[in-house]
């Protein structure tokens, strides 16, 4: 009887790994309402590039999902932009169809302040009969704004109004009756953060000081005249003048006491055209 023997022949394969994929990240912390939030969530085993998706649940309002560059990692960022709790599952899967799954928790708290800030520190006192005008700003949070009066009164013949961006809320009108009013001002940010702060205004009878400006007359050939511009905090500005002033000294009789003010003034030449502010000044009115 014959043996017959053939080669043993030993194929190799390349080893793909199927399975051994798993997400390491146990827990995600918790966040604010209008504070930026940024996490990530962690997978390793198997091979790489990994795939990712929510699997059930939803993330929180505000915050999205996107895959790290080594897709080794899901990171999620965002403002949230509303208080709850979420349950979320995400799941990973490995170039070699593996697959793991964790579900996850999330608290957002609505924070008192949600990084909202009042940041004007007072407001500027006035005159009975004279033109008042102030601006109190807001920073952080989110916008769009809601600005309330939250307590207290202010100045007779005054009236508020958020800016158009909703930043500031400004004061302006002509005060009919002297006296000191207490008011508190609430911002309501669109994560509902808040803040609130007090001032206090004293509306004189009538002027005590009087802030004479003078100013070096422009070189240009063609002036018709200047424009006085005054403020309370060098970011607002009101005219003073009603017709152009033709010379280059102006007397400011309408100051409160215990204010400061800002001024500026401006050229404009026989076509209209107006020249830009110059530095502004500082006086305190004592």
Request: with cysteine; aromatic share 10%.
């Amino acid at each position: 009887m014959k043996f017959y023997f053939f080669p043993l022949l030993l194929v190799l394969f390349g080893t793909r790994c199927f399975g051994n994929i798993a997400i390491a990240t146990p827990s995600l912390p918790n966040g604010t309402v209008g504070t930026t939030y940024s996490t990530m969530i962690k997978a390793s085993g198997g091979c790489t590039p990994y795939k990712w998706a929510i699997a059930s649940g939803k993330l929180p309002t505000g915050v999205t999902a996107k895959a790290s560059s080594a897709t080794t990692s899901l990171n999620l960022t965002g403002t949230p932009s509303a208080a709850a709790t979420y349950a979320f599952t995400i799941k990973v899967t490995g170039c070699g169809g593996g697959t793991s799954e964790k579900a996850y928790k999330v608290q957002m708290q609505a924070d008192a302040s949600g990084g909202i800030s009042i940041v004007t520190p007072s407001s500027p006192n006035g005159t009975v009969d004279t033109a008042y005008s102030a601006a109190i700003k807001a920073t952080g949070g989110c916008t769009p704004y809601k600005w309330a009066i939250a307590s207290g009164k202010l100045p007779t013949g005054v009236t508020a109004k958020a800016s158009s961006t909703t930043t500031s809320l400004n004061l302006a009108g002509t005060p009919s009756a002297a006296a000191t009013y207490s008011f508190a001002v609430k911002v309501t940010g669109c994560g509902g953060g808040t803040s609130e702060k007090a001032y206090k205004v004293a509306i004189q009878a009538g002027a005590n000081h009087v802030v004479d400006l003078s100013w070096k007359a422009s070189t240009s050939k063609d002036v018709a005249g200047y424009n006085v511009y005054r403020s309370p905090d060098a970011a607002t500005w009101k005219r003073m003048n009603v017709g152009l002033i033709a010379s280059t000294l102006y007397s400011d009789s309408t100051v409160a006491n215990s204010t400061t003010y800002y001024y500026s003034a401006t050229a404009v030449d026989t076509s209209g055209t107006e020249s830009t502010k110059t530095a502004a000044i500082k006086v305190s009115v004592p």
